[in-house]
């Protein structure tokens, strides 16, 4: 819940370096993801630039109906969002279910929207070695053979490491990501995986200690997105 229309300023930074960092930046996708009030606005101020939009949630209804305060999939889409994150870890405290959430991916997929879907695991399930547990219910519960797997990102977003500046020791990462990619593959039947993200306390300080994680493919960006320069140095120390 971050953003003014005047917030656009630091988007226009980040797109000028994005834009100007061509040694670089084919290594690289951008995505912001702004409050629905700005998708429009920001989405025709980026047309044909390097940063993509998309939004940080929906309603798990497709098209109108009588849901007061209600955003669907294809309202969004209208407005020139191409990415939806569902699943967030503040959504799913406030009651979305993984029925909710599947119905969500649908409607996303159904409107062209690419889907990047967030789990993770709580300090208590951690404390208890839950989370390979939790994760595997999370994304059998709502991913299914028919998405699109091209069209699906997932974001490992452990509930304990998000804004606590804490992050996961580089070993366990690496075997959670190995682990994730290898649930996906055997729910879509392929070789290949679909991208998964990292997503919790990542900052220009400690954005460098993945390098050595060749299975992470990105990261969701949090906190240290409401800053030009916070952004910007994340992508400087982690690329070049």
């Not at 190995?178 to 997503?199: D, E």
């Not at 900052?203 to 906190?223: C, M, R, T, V, W």
Request: charged share 30%.
């Amino acid at each position: 819940m971050f953003g003014v229309p005047k917030s656009i300023g630091i988007l226009n930074k980040i797109n000028k370096f994005v834009k100007s960092d061509t040694k670089f930046n084919k290594k690289y996708k951008t995505v912001i993801t702004p409050p629905h009030t700005l998708i429009e606005t920001y989405a025709k101020f980026l047309s044909n630039q390097r940063i993509l939009i998309g939004a940080q949630n929906c309603y798990h209804k497709d098209f109108f109906g009588a849901n007061t305060g209600s955003i669907s999939p294809l309202m969004i889409k209208s407005v020139g969002a191409q990415y939806m994150i569902v699943g967030h870890s503040d959504n799913r405290s406030e009651g979305d279910t993984d029925d909710i959430l599947k119905s969500k991916v649908e409607a996303s997929l159904s409107n062209k929207l690419k889907v990047i879907f967030c789990i993770g695991e709580n300090k208590k399930d951690k404390k208890k070695n839950r989370t390979f547990k939790v994760l595997k219910k999370q994304i059998e519960s709502v991913l299914e053979k028919k998405f699109n797997f091209r069209d699906i990102i997932v974001a490992y977003e452990p509930i304990w490491s998000i804004g606590t500046g804490k992050i996961p020791e580089t070993e366990d990462l690496l075997k959670t990501t190995v682990f994730i990619k290898k649930i996906l593959k055997n729910i879509f039947k392929s070789k290949k995986s679909p991208p998964v993200l990292y997503g919790g306390s990542v900052d220009a300080g400690n954005i460098s200690q993945f390098k050595s994680l060749n299975e992470i493919d990105g990261f969701l960006i949090g906190g240290a997105s409401k800053s030009d320069k916070k952004f910007i140095d994340i992508i400087k120390n982690y690329y070049r």
